[in-house]
């Protein structure tokens, strides 16, 4: 899937998981790996104003998760990871398509 797709899937999506200013522990990760499990495409929210931190939290994010960066605007990043086995009910990406 190109990311040009992924992005206009997204567009209506609300942030599923927050990360706060404490970046990306381990709770708020497996939250993630959960969400990513279930709807594949999701928005996080990071509530971390500086901007050379978010970018760290992202790129850890991404490598702990397994997940490819599709968007990155202000505080709010897209992220994708491929699940074939997703429910169709609860993958934003199957009821997309």
Same mark, same amino acid.
């Given at each position: 899937m190109d990311i040009r797709t992924l992005r206009g899937m997204a567009h209506h999506l609300?942030? @599923?998981v927050a990360i706060a200013e404490n970046g990306a522990t381990?709770? %708020?990760? !497996? &939250?993630?790996? +959960?969400a990513l499990t279930d709807h594949e495409?999701?928005?996080?929210r990071l509530h971390i104003d500086d901007r050379a931190? !978010? +970018? /760290?939290? @992202?790129e850890d994010l991404? /490598? +702990?998760s397994g997940a490819?960066?599709?968007? +990155?605007i202000g505080k709010v990043v897209v992220l994708y990871r491929e699940?074939? &086995? %997703?429910?169709? /009910?609860?993958?934003?990406?199957?009821r997309y398509l």
């Open positions: 609300d942030p @599923i381990d709770n %708020a990760v !497996r &939250e993630l790996d +959960r495409l999701v928005k996080v931190a !978010r +970018r /760290t939290v @992202i991404q /490598t +702990r490819t960066l599709v968007q +990155r699940n074939p &086995e %997703a429910k169709p /009910t609860l993958s934003n990406v199957a």
